[in-house]
Protein backbone atom coordinates (compact mmCIF):
# COMPACT_ATOMS: atom_id res chain seq x y z
CA UNK A 1 0.00 0.00 0.00
CA UNK A 2 2.82 2.30 0.78
CA UNK A 3 4.72 2.54 -2.55
CA UNK A 4 7.47 4.58 -4.55
CA UNK A 5 6.91 3.99 -8.42
CA UNK A 6 9.80 5.41 -10.70
CA UNK A 7 9.53 6.16 -14.43
CA UNK A 8 11.28 8.05 -17.32
CA UNK A 9 13.48 5.92 -18.12
CA UNK A 10 14.88 4.33 -21.37
CA UNK A 11 17.09 4.59 -23.88
CA UNK A 12 18.76 7.55 -24.85
CA UNK A 13 22.14 8.97 -26.88
CA UNK A 14 25.17 10.26 -25.24
CA UNK A 15 24.87 13.63 -24.69
CA UNK A 16 20.54 13.51 -24.30
CA UNK A 17 18.42 14.12 -21.71
CA UNK A 18 16.08 12.15 -19.34
CA UNK A 19 13.59 13.50 -16.68
CA UNK A 20 12.98 10.72 -14.48
CA UNK A 21 9.70 10.69 -11.87
CA UNK A 22 9.48 8.63 -8.62
CA UNK A 23 5.59 9.38 -7.73
CA UNK A 24 3.98 8.42 -3.99
CA UNK A 25 1.35 6.04 -3.66
CA UNK A 26 -0.55 5.35 -0.46
CA UNK A 27 1.50 8.38 1.51
CA UNK A 28 2.50 11.85 1.07
CA UNK A 29 5.88 13.13 0.26
CA UNK A 30 5.60 15.99 2.46
CA UNK A 31 7.87 14.60 5.30
CA UNK A 32 10.31 12.80 3.11
CA UNK A 33 13.55 13.62 1.42
CA UNK A 34 13.96 11.88 -1.03
CA UNK A 35 17.34 10.03 -2.79
CA UNK A 36 17.70 8.96 -5.93
CA UNK A 37 20.07 6.10 -6.34
CA UNK A 38 21.66 4.06 -8.90
CA UNK A 39 23.33 0.69 -9.51
CA UNK A 40 25.30 0.01 -12.85
CA UNK A 41 26.04 -3.83 -13.86
CA UNK A 42 29.24 -5.37 -11.86
CA UNK A 43 28.94 -1.83 -9.93
CA UNK A 44 27.79 -1.29 -6.37
CA UNK A 45 24.87 0.73 -5.69
CA UNK A 46 25.57 4.70 -5.48
CA UNK A 47 24.27 7.58 -4.19
CA UNK A 48 23.40 10.20 -7.11
CA UNK A 49 21.06 13.30 -5.62
CA UNK A 50 18.72 13.98 -2.31
CA UNK A 51 16.17 16.57 -1.91
CA UNK A 52 15.02 17.43 1.54
CA UNK A 53 11.36 17.48 2.31
CA UNK A 54 10.74 21.16 1.38
CA UNK A 55 12.97 21.10 -1.48
CA UNK A 56 14.91 23.71 0.00
CA UNK A 57 18.29 21.93 0.01
CA UNK A 58 19.68 19.00 -2.59
CA UNK A 59 23.23 17.13 -2.54
CA UNK A 60 24.61 15.92 -5.60
CA UNK A 61 27.36 12.74 -6.12
CA UNK A 62 30.56 14.73 -7.55
CA UNK A 63 29.59 12.68 -10.94
CA UNK A 64 26.57 14.09 -11.54
CA UNK A 65 27.06 17.84 -10.53
CA UNK A 66 26.26 20.23 -13.15
CA UNK A 67 24.40 18.16 -15.20
CA UNK A 68 21.25 16.33 -13.55
CA UNK A 69 18.98 18.38 -11.10
CA UNK A 70 16.62 17.08 -8.51
CA UNK A 71 13.31 19.24 -7.81
CA UNK A 72 10.39 18.22 -6.29
CA UNK A 73 6.21 19.10 -6.53
CA UNK A 74 4.61 18.07 -3.37
CA UNK A 75 1.16 18.89 -4.35
CA UNK A 76 2.15 16.74 -6.92
CA UNK A 77 3.95 13.95 -4.47
CA UNK A 78 6.58 13.33 -6.93
CA UNK A 79 9.91 14.08 -7.22
CA UNK A 80 12.27 14.30 -10.01
CA UNK A 81 15.30 13.97 -11.90
CA UNK A 82 16.61 15.84 -14.95
CA UNK A 83 19.62 14.02 -16.76
CA UNK A 84 21.30 15.96 -18.63
CA UNK A 85 24.41 15.82 -20.84
CA UNK A 86 24.10 12.02 -20.33
CA UNK A 87 27.15 9.63 -20.79
CA UNK A 88 27.45 5.84 -21.17
CA UNK A 89 28.84 5.87 -17.72
CA UNK A 90 25.17 7.05 -16.17
CA UNK A 91 24.02 3.77 -17.71
CA UNK A 92 22.16 2.32 -14.46
CA UNK A 93 19.21 1.24 -13.05
CA UNK A 94 17.84 4.39 -11.03
CA UNK A 95 16.28 3.80 -7.80
CA UNK A 96 14.47 6.39 -5.61
CA UNK A 97 13.54 6.07 -1.67
CA UNK A 98 12.17 8.16 0.99
CA UNK A 99 13.71 9.45 4.20
CA UNK A 100 16.67 11.11 5.35
CA UNK A 101 18.08 13.69 2.91
CA UNK A 102 22.29 11.93 2.02
CA UNK A 103 23.37 9.90 -0.13
CA UNK A 104 23.94 6.74 1.90
CA UNK A 105 21.12 4.22 1.56
CA UNK A 106 20.84 4.04 5.40
CA UNK A 107 19.14 7.15 5.51
CA UNK A 108 15.86 5.96 3.52
CA UNK A 109 12.96 3.65 4.80
CA UNK A 110 11.15 3.23 1.25
CA UNK A 111 12.40 2.10 -1.96
CA UNK A 112 11.00 1.88 -5.31
CA UNK A 113 11.27 -0.39 -7.68
CA UNK A 114 13.88 1.19 -10.06
CA UNK A 115 13.94 2.54 -14.08
CA UNK A 116 16.45 1.32 -16.40
CA UNK A 117 18.77 4.08 -17.92
CA UNK A 118 20.48 3.18 -20.82
CA UNK A 119 23.35 6.07 -22.46
CA UNK A 120 24.12 4.33 -25.41
CA UNK A 121 24.67 5.49 -29.57
Known amino acids: QLQLVESGGGLVQPGGSLRLSCAAFGFTLDYYAIGWFRQAPGKEREGVSCISSSGGSTNYADSVKGRFTISRDNAKNAVYLQMNSLKPEDTAIYYC??????????????WGQGTQVTVSS
Open 97 to 110: AAGDCGLDSMSYDY
